[in-house]
Nanobody, 117 residues
Framework: QVQLVESGGGLVQPEGSLRVSCAASEFTFNRYSMNWVRQAPGKGLEWVSAINFGGDVTYYADSVKGRFSISRDNSKNTLYLQMNSLKPEDTALYYC??????????WGKGTLVTVSS
């Protein structure tokens, strides 16, 4: 069974930085594009970023462009999201999500990022 386990969330002050990670297992990680999707308290899901299977093509939502950076280490089956210049509105549960080719098919349980002074 595909497993995606996020880690690295926590409390950070505005304008601070944080890196969240996603450990993938039980599938061939380097054959799939991956995504980060977030959900702020009381709000709907928001797609944040995506990276292709090779790690050389990335995409970002306008709300995070220039502040967040997605990357992957296929040798470690791990996805990352480096978040800089964090704002209170970045507070959310961050999910690691696999792109199965026909849509987002497997989701982790999420890691909570709270931006507050």
């Amino acid at each position: 069974q595909v497993q995606l386990v996020e880690s690295g969330g926590g409390l950070v002050q505005p304008e601070g930085s944080l890196r969240v990670s996603c450990a993938a297992s039980e599938f061939t990680f380097n054959r799939y594009s991956m995504n980060w999707v977030r959900q702020a308290p009381g709000k709907g899901l928001e797609w944040v970023s995506a990276i292709n299977f090779g790690g050389d093509v990335t995409y970002y939502a306008d709300s995070v462009k220039g502040r967040f950076s997605i990357s992957r280490d296929n040798s470690k089956n791990t996805l990352y999201l480096q978040m800089n210049s964090l704002k209170p509105e970045d507070t959310a549960l961050y999910y690691c999500v696999r792109d199965g080719g026909y849509g987002l098919d497997y989701w982790g349980k999420g890691t909570l990022v709270t931006v507050s002074s």
